[in-house]
């Protein structure tokens, strides 16, 4: 049977990681709309979509989506997957289309949206500045003297994934031009964390 072209769903808010009945929504998704859900959890893995659509219920973002399980056969799943991207491993590095970072650090996680991290800490009512610019700059001056590795294109964040380990001086030039981060509770888990390893995300 194919495919409906809109499928009733229900939202379901999640928060603080279980789901609250308190805010529920009902609309219609067209199909292309309910793929992108799911594209987002299980990427183009057509029997994971599979399974999703007949399971009827996915988590993606803040919400849970449930409706009722939907057989799909792979001729009506190909044509609906096409348009999404495909990993594109020999894309150059661009860090001019690069939209975010995230430095792993030890069992945490330092996340570094680039609007955020290229602004300047403002001390008595003047920018700090540094030789080099912002901590955003610094980052990407990194990756332009070491070009980071394809891992991936991530479904969810819309984005080429990249990354590299900094290490010696790395690290180093790292802490000192997190002084100038305007975001003070990640400088100060940029100056005193385990640095090991930072996830860049770049728009096509």
Request: charged share 30%; aromatic share 8%.
């Amino acid at each position: 049977m194919a495919l409906p072209e809109s499928v009733r769903v229900k939202l379901l808010s999640e928060a603080a990681g279980y789901v609250t009945s308190t805010r529920v929504m009902q609309r219609d998704f067209a199909i292309q709309e309910l793929m992108e859900a799911l594209v987002a959890v299980a990427g183009k893995n057509i029997e994971r979509i599979q399974q999703l659509l007949r399971t009827g219920s996915v988590v993606a973002g803040d919400y849970r989506y449930r409706w009722a399980g939907l057989e799909a056969a792979r001729e009506d799943l190909e044509p609906l997957l096409a348009p999404f991207p495909d990993p594109w491993p020999e894309r150059v590095f661009e860090p001019g289309r690069c939209v975010y970072a995230i430095i792993r650090a030890g069992v945490e996680t330092i996340e570094l949206p680039r609007e955020q991290a290229a602004r300047v800490r403002r001390q008595r009512g003047r920018a700090m500045e540094r030789e080099g610019g912002s901590f955003w700059d610094a980052l990407l001056e990194l990756a332009r003297e070491r070009p980071p590795r394809y891992e991936s294109y991530s479904y969810r964040q819309r984005a080429d994934v990249y990354s590299l380990e900094p290490a010696g001086a790395e690290v180093e030039r790292l802490r000192e031009a997190a002084a100038s981060l305007a975001m003070e509770r990640a400088a100060e888990r940029v100056q005193r964390l385990p640095l090991d390893k930072i996830t860049f995300l770049v728009n096509r």
